[in-house]
């Protein structure tokens, strides 16, 4: 059975109300530190937000050279898939990378 747009409209204001900007980096290249927040799902979700391994990527390396990398992570998990390729592109970096649970770290978010 389809969903009705009203359910569909109150549950991504529930996700919305939840979730709040998906993936956060920022630089501090004066420490030569980055910092990166991963809240929410681990790939996209049923409403197309989420970190994707490919946007991931590339912001990591857009941070350029960096000597630390810290990692915030908040999320219930999501997908597998999408999370090896999260996973290996920070177990790749040259930085030392530092992970934290700023909430939970559930499912592929653990890893």
């Known amino acids: 059975m389809p969903m009705s747009s009203a ?12 979730q709040g900007p998906s993936l ?5 290249a004066k420490d030569r530190v980055g910092e990166i927040d991963i809240y929410g799902t681990i790939g ?3 409403f197309g937000d989420g ?3 490919q946007t991931f990527k590339k912001d990591v390396a857009d941070l350029g050279e960096l000597d630390r990398l810290n990692v ?3 999320s ?5 898939y999408e999370g090896w390729a999260i996973f290996n592109t920070l177990d790749t ?7 934290y649970v700023d909430g939970s770290a559930m499912s592929m978010a653990s890893v």
């Not at 109150?10 to 996700?15: E, F, H, K, M, P």
């Not at 219930?76 to 597998?80: A, I, N, P």
């Open 93 to 99: 970096h040259k930085a030392d990378v530092h992970v």
């Open 44 to 46: 996209q979700d049923w």
């Open 76 to 80: 219930y998990g999501g997908s597998v």
């Open 72 to 74: 915030h992570v908040h």
């Open 7 to 18: 359910v569909r409209s109150a549950l991504q204001d529930c996700a919305d109300k939840m």
């Open 51 to 53: 970190v994707d391994p």
């Open 24 to 28: 956060r980096i920022e630089l501090s």
